[in-house]
């Protein structure tokens, strides 16, 4: 699933070590912009470069993935980004004939004859 938003605010990140070693988990805000705007927490693990190149007020695209879990009879989401991307902006182009005469850049037009060739 992807979305694309703008970052709000990066949490504190927060380390830990389990089985495998250890790891790091960092929570961003990001705000869904629309008629009515959602505001979206999205969990970045073991990603630390990625959420150091994040900047506040920056719109990206987000991959994400949706999960589910269930911990002492209550039940959490989990969101989880696995590809962000900075949002292209477009270029701008310089308009047809840009530097060059306006008749330069314009395709030949054909004579005009005053004979009717109309089929019917």
Do not use: C, H
């Not at 470069?49 to 994400?64: K, N, P, R």
Request: aromatic residues 10%; without cysteine.
């Amino acid at each position: 699933m992807e979305f694309e938003g703008v970052v709000l605010k990066k949490l504190p990140a927060v380390q830990g070590e389990g089985a495998r070693g250890k790891w790091v988990r960092q929570d961003v805000v990001f705000e869904v912009p629309g008629d009515f705007s959602r505001k979206i927490v999205v969990t970045f693990f073991n990603k630390t470069d990625d959420v150091a190149s994040l900047v506040e007020g920056a719109t990206y695209t987000v991959s994400i993935n949706i999960d589910a879990r269930e911990y002492n009879g209550r039940w959490f989401n989990d969101i989880r980004a696995w590809r962000i991307q900075p949002k292209q902006q477009a270029e701008p182009t310089a308009p047809v004939g840009y530097g060059e005469p306006v008749a330069a850049s314009m395709p030949p037009v054909a004579p005009i004859d005053d004979v009717d060739d109309m089929p019917f």
